[in-house]
């Protein structure tokens, strides 16, 4: 079992769709979550993060966490082109220990 | 506020020699990462620093890889001999040590191993 899962996608949606993103994790005492935004042959860049159970809503994202499932997901609503990209899950433990990434979900946003 | 710097952002080298990354963090970020990045893959943490002191090596390739971080600011990653399994873009991130640990990420050198 993989320490943190991503469906590799390519997930694919057509513009104003939301797109679901999701991420299992292993470790239980995993407390920070993240998800980050990686444009092909870019860096990662962060768009959110999680650290207590429920959701969390920053503009077009939803971020979501349930750690009693040990699940992580995001939500991206009215998508668009501009987010066609990999999506990473990362998690660590507390004091930010630990980070594991996972080897993403590829979206595609269709025009 | 400027970003995580890093040089060179490309490397081609032959099996065997040795190579060196640099990373700058964010001014007033206590903690640095280093991570591999193998296409296709998530980045795969090697080292991390808090401040001048390192908190996790677990996955440092030991016997090949090397990194310091003096006076608790940039960072280098050396290599030495490289293999050809080393071809990865190598990412420096960031952050801050006070309870929000989100981590921001540099450009990332591009290495190729021949």
């Known amino acids: 079992q993989k320490e943190v899962e991503q469906n590799s996608g390519p997930l694919s949606v057509p513009e104003g769709a939301i797109a679901s993103l999701n991420c299992t994790y292993s470790?239980?005492?995993?407390?920070?979550f993240f998800w980050y935004r990686q444009y092909s042959g870019k860096s990662p860049e962060l768009i959110m993060s999680i650290y207590s159970n429920g959701d969390k809503e920053d503009g077009r994202f939803t971020a979501q966490l349930n750690k009693a499932s040990q699940y992580v997901s995001l939500l991206i609503r009215d998508s668009q082109p501009s987010d066609s990209a990999t999506y990473l899950c990362a998690v660590s433990r507390t004091g930010g220990f630990k980070t594991i990434f996972g080897a993403g979900t590829r979206l595609f946003v269709k025009a | 506020e400027a970003g995580v710097a890093q040089s060179p952002r490309y490397k081609i080298i032959e099996k065997r020699q040795s190579v060196a990354f640099w990373c700058n963090p964010i001014s007033g970020h206590a903690t640095l990462y280093w991570y591999q990045q193998i296409l296709g893959q998530g980045p795969k943490l090697l080292i991390q620093?808090?401040?001048?002191?390192?908190?996790?090596d677990s996955q440092l390739p030991k016997d090949r890889f090397s990194a310091e971080r003096l006076k608790g600011v940039d960072s280098t990653l050396k290599i030495q001999p490289a293999k050809l399994e080393d071809s990865a873009v190598y990412l420096c991130a960031s952050s801050t040590a006070s309870g929000v640990y989100e981590q921001f990420f540099g450009p990332g050198t591009r290495l190729t191993v021949l």
């Open positions: 470790d239980r005492v995993s407390q920070s």
């Open positions: 620093f808090q401040n001048n002191g390192v908190v996790d």
